[in-house]
């Protein structure tokens, strides 16, 4: 429990900008906000490493 959990912030950000188009934009606008942010989620996850590995995105017990 060292590490700031980061991921659970970005989806709480995101969750509230969802939140927020979708009471003051309805549907179209909902659905703008969540295609922008997958766009901008992928931009960064390359920005990042140069390389986009969604295993590493879903958790696995072993």
């Given at each position: 429990?060292?590490?700031?959990?980061?991921?659970?912030?970005?989806?709480?950000?995101?969750?509230?900008?969802?939140?927020?188009?979708a009471?003051?934009?309805?549907?179209?606008?909902?659905?703008?906000?969540?295609?922008?942010?997958?766009?901008?989620?992928?931009?960064?996850?390359?920005?990042?490493?140069?390389?986009?590995?969604?295993?590493?995105?879903?958790?696995?017990?072993?």
């Amino acid at each position: 429990m060292n590490q700031f959990p980061i991921w659970s912030v970005a989806g709480l950000t995101v969750g509230i900008a969802l939140g927020f188009a979708a009471a003051f934009g309805g549907l179209g606008a909902f659905l703008l906000v969540l295609v922008l942010g997958a766009v901008g989620f992928l931009i960064g996850r390359i920005a990042e490493g140069g390389e986009i590995d969604v295993s590493r995105l879903s958790t696995r017990r072993r």
